[in-house]
């Protein structure tokens, strides 16, 4: 365990002060969660299903992203109903295509027409036969493809069924294919396009034909506001078809042209139209973490303000996640220097997995670390403190022989200073940081 053995005593009184005169915190950390997640609960406890759909950039696309520990997070305490939404694309499902033959949304991009809730979508040239498989992820699925005035007809072969046509055109709406495969049947769908008109297939809903929960992703690299702004018809039709309980929105990474004004405007109109597509729903916020660029802290403010006046919920990771060096020195953020490396998005995950189970209260009042600080099993106790505040002296880690935890304790990437103290201390006074 480190030690530092030059701090002053003056130093440590002078944290006892500013512990009990108590510090203002402004700015709170979650609003309204409990509203916000109660719907979701009772679905996933009800013996149906519930389901939450999780709108972001890559550090929700990611491996290794938020997303991927969140999902079994959610559906460990809930119970597994599915893989969830999948975008039907080169990266997530689809083959035996010939690229010439089939326009595709893709990755870290933003093709127009801008279809489909993640970008990633397929739409095959009026040429007759053109083929393309999408390989599902569970037994059951719904298939989610687009009616239009200048659609085609096309064929659909799955499993053991015989193949059948289905006509495409019409006016805008979403159209869906309910597929289901015998345990021991490749989960295939393959469409055939005719000369009629073009086809387009956006993606599909995987459930396994279990009670609990379903958390779906609808995240791409590089996006941002704007980017979930410019969907067209097929997006608002999709979160109606998926029908969320609550949606997470965690943006901000890709958004540095935005000040607080616009991006409040600009939030503002995003959860207005998640809304309007699903009213039955509720929404979370979840301002993005702070990766050290200066713009991100006028964005985090402005969703607050957006989850204040339309009374959604809301969950400040910027702050409560700890700064920028805190994830560079525990190893959670990747070579590149922004995404999560695996211990990254696990702890993003859990942190904002605990503030929707507790209603906000494991965020506390400032971002703390584990108070259980000798690691003896009792939170909260005396000789937690004791034990912190040897490290600041030249005593033994209190009790002789224990292993103190990580003193970084309000996570702002600088150990050994007061505010350290401070932070802890405060756990005592104002209620938990856990």
Same mark, same amino acid.
């Given at each position: 365990m480190r030690r530092h053995a030059d701090i002053s005593a003056g130093l440590v009184v002078g944290a006892l002060v500013g512990w009990c005169t108590g510090v203002s915190h402004a700015q709170p950390l979650h609003l309204n969660l409990e509203a916000s997640y109660g719907p979701f609960r009772a679905a996933a406890t009800s013996g149906g299903v519930g389901s939450i759909l999780c709108l972001g950039d890559s550090l929700t696309f990611r491996a290794g992203g938020f997303f991927e520990a969140f999902q079994p997070m959610v559906q460990g305490a809930y119970g597994d109903a599915g893989s969830g939404y999948q975008g039907m694309s080169l990266w997530t499902g689809a083959t035996n295509f010939d690229s010439w033959e089939w326009m595709q949304g893709r990755i870290n991009t933003d093709l127009f027409p801008h279809r489909s809730l993640d970008g990633l979508w397929m739409s095959a040239f009026p040429w007759e036969n053109t083929v393309a498989t999408f390989a599902l992820r569970d037994r059951f699925a719904r298939v989610h493809y687009a009616v239009e005035p200048s659609a085609g007809s096309f064929t659909v072969l799955m499993g053991g069924e015989e193949p059948y046509t289905i006509e495409a055109v019409g006016a805008n709406q979403l159209g869906v294919i309910e597929a289901a495969f015998d345990p021991e049947e490749a989960r295939e769908v393959r469409f055939f396009?005719?000369?009629?008109?073009?086809?387009?297939?956006?993606? %599909?809903?995987?459930?396994?034909?279990?009670?609990?929960?379903?958390?779906?992703?609808?995240?791409?690299?590089?996006?941002?506001?704007?980017?979930?702004?410019?969907?067209?018809?097929?997006?608002? %039709?999709?979160?109606?078809?998926? $029908?969320?309980?609550?949606?997470?929105?965690?943006?901000?990474?890709?958004?540095?042209?935005?000040?607080?004004?616009?991006?409040?405007?600009?939030?503002?109109?995003?959860?207005?139209?998640? $809304?309007?597509?699903?009213? %039955?729903?509720?929404?979370?916020?979840?301002?993005?973490?702070?990766?050290?660029?200066?713009?991100? %802290?006028?964005?985090?403010?402005?969703?607050?303000?957006?989850?204040?006046? $339309?009374?959604?919920?809301?969950?400040?990771?910027?702050?409560? /996640?700890?700064?920028?060096?805190?994830?560079?020195?525990?190893?959670?953020?990747?070579?590149? /220097?922004?995404?999560?490396?695996?211990?990254?998005?696990?702890?993003?995950?859990?942190?904002?997995?605990?503030?929707?189970?507790?209603?906000?209260?494991?965020?506390?009042?400032?971002?703390?670390?584990?108070?259980?600080?000798?690691?003896?099993?009792?939170?909260?106790?005396?000789?937690?403190?004791?034990?912190?505040?040897?490290?600041?002296?030249?005593?033994?880690?209190?009790?002789?022989?224990?292993?103190?935890?990580?003193?970084?304790?309000?996570?702002?990437?600088?150990?050994?200073?007061?505010?350290?103290?401070?932070?802890?201390?405060?756990?005592?006074?104002?209620?938990?940081?856990?």
């Open positions: 396009a005719h000369a009629s008109g073009a086809v387009t297939i956006l993606g %599909a809903e995987n459930r396994n034909g279990q009670a609990g929960a379903l958390v779906h992703r609808a995240a791409n690299g590089g996006w941002g506001l704007p980017e979930f702004l410019r969907r067209d018809w097929t997006f608002d %039709a999709q979160v109606a078809q998926l $029908r969320p309980e609550l949606t997470i929105i965690m943006l901000g990474q890709n958004d540095p042209d935005f000040g607080y004004s616009s991006y409040l405007i600009g939030m503002g109109a995003l959860v207005d139209r998640v $809304r309007a597509a699903w009213p %039955a729903g509720r929404i979370v916020l979840v301002s993005t973490y702070d990766s050290g660029s200066a713009h991100l %802290a006028p964005l985090a403010n402005a969703m607050r303000e957006v989850a204040s006046e $339309r009374g959604t919920g809301f969950i400040d990771l910027y702050r409560a /996640g700890g700064r920028y060096q805190y994830y560079v020195n525990a190893g959670m953020v990747d070579a590149d /220097g922004l995404h999560f490396a695996p211990t990254g998005g696990a702890s993003v995950a859990r942190l904002i997995f605990d503030a929707l189970e507790t209603g906000g209260a494991s965020l506390g009042n400032a971002p703390c670390g584990d108070v259980d600080f000798n690691n003896d099993g009792s939170l909260f106790d005396p000789v937690d403190v004791d034990a912190f505040l040897s490290v600041f002296s030249e005593g033994p880690c209190v009790p002789a022989g224990a292993t103190c935890d990580e003193i970084d304790f309000d996570k702002d990437g600088s150990r050994f200073d007061p505010q350290d103290i401070d932070a802890f201390l405060r756990v005592f006074s104002e209620g938990p940081c856990l």
